[in-house]
């Protein structure tokens, strides 16, 4: 199994701006089993004082 990269949108960040660095992160990893396993804002973070309002989620891992 391959975790997918996490990824995230970006809404509201003056002139168009993407001043956020980092990544989101999961406790699953390539020998997870299947099941759901939670997504959380990681190292995710901003360089122009906005504020981040992370809204968490789960990662489904199946088999196909």
């Known amino acids: 199994v391959t975790v997918p990269t996490l990824t995230y949108n970006i809404t509201g960040l003056a ?3 993407s001043d956020l660095t980092g990544s ?3 406790t699953t990893n390539n020998l997870s089993d ?5 997504i959380s ?3 995710l973070g901003s360089t122009n ?4 309002n992370f809204i968490s989620g789960n990662l489904f ?3 196909i």
């Open 34 to 38: 299947v099941g759901s396993y939670p």
């Open 49 to 52: 004082n906005y504020v981040i």
């Open 15 to 17: 002139n168009g701006k």
């Open 61 to 63: 891992m199946i088999t």
């Open 41 to 43: 804002i990681g190292s």
């Open 24 to 26: 989101l992160t999961t």
